[in-house]
């Protein structure tokens, strides 16, 4: 513990406060988590101010808690098992005491010597958020074919104006994460989230490397997640405030909609003599008023439900088996 004490005071300023916090969830990188911490650590010793570095063990079932505990400094947020990348960073977040907070992959293909570069336009051009694009991406062929079509999806349901949105390596103000909260693959949607909040983004380019340790964990499955979170996104956006405009105005669409094919049913049966038991137009038209009606009860039963929603904060969807500071 002394130890640990004696490395931590050398990198605090006079108010002994932390300039800067580095966050790193991993999630079996027990090959990639040494060499990341010393070039993470060169970097930050380079830039003359106060620093942490906080690794998230996503649950790895590999060596990489291990190798952890041997470095130093480092502060590790140890999951009980593996609850994925988003709840990783929003751990991080949420731990991070420095004023900036850099947010990167562990799998060293993004590189530490980008992240004076991110500070650098943070300040310079007063943005609260700085992006990095990796437009000379170093992935497979699949990956980028798939990245390109979620990015597509992504400027229609939520343009945040940037170019590369699902890149981890992104340089972020403290204030900016107060109060955020991340569920789902919604880590890939935070510049979308601040911007929406009025926060100022920017990006720059940064550099990306090919994987040279460990798997992907990218899967289709994540890619499916990641879709249904953008189309949630794009509905908490619109309507979060007053989900009843979106329930009840589909609502009252419906019953217009039943009430004129009611009318059509009526004028057939009454001033035409047309025998409406064998079509579908009657059975339509209740059908479409009853769902009319539902779905203007449940805008109505949302709203107060969303009401309830902003006046308590939510439970985080992850456990934290220990916090280790070396």
Known sequence: ????????????????????????????????????HSKILSVCENLNNSFEIIFINDGSTDNTLQKLKQLKPIR???FRKNFGQTAALDAGFKKAQGKIIIAMDGDLQNDPDDIPKLLKELSEKNYDVV?????????S??????????????????????????????????ECLKNLNLYGEMHRFIPAILKWKGFKIGEIEV????????????????????????????????YSSRPLHFFGGL????????????????????????????????????????????????????????????????EEPYLIKEIIDL
């Open 131 to 139: 992006s990095g694009w990796r437009k000379n991406r170093k992935d």
């Open 76 to 78: 590790i947020i140890n």
């Open 251 to 314: 609502g009252i669409l419906f019953m217009l909609i039943s009430f004129s094919s009611g009318a059509y049913a009526f004028y057939l049966k009454i001033f035409q003599k047309i025998d409406l038991s064998d079509t579908a137009l009657t059975l339509f038209s209740v059908f479409l008023f009853l769902s009319g009606i539902q779905l203007l009860i449940f805008g109505i039963l949302s709203d107060i439900l969303i009401k309830s929603y902003y006046q308590k904060s939510k």
């Open 141 to 174: 062929l699949s990956k980028k074919i798939i990245s390109r079509g979620a990015n597509k999806l992504r400027k229609f349901f939520i343009n945040e104006g940037i170019h590369d949105s699902g890149c981890t390596l992104k340089a972020y103000r403290k």
């Open 207 to 238: 550099k990306h490397h090919s994987r040279i340790h460990g798997k992907t964990k990218y899967s289709w499955k994540r890619t499916v997640k990641g879709l249904l979170d953008m189309i949630n996104l794009w509905f908490w956006k619109k």
């Open 1 to 36: 513990m002394c130890g640990y004490i004696k490395i931590h005071l050398k990198y605090m300023n006079n108010n002994n406060t932390i300039y800067l916090s580095v966050v790193i969830p991993c999630f079996n990188e027990e090959d990639s988590v040494k060499l990341l």
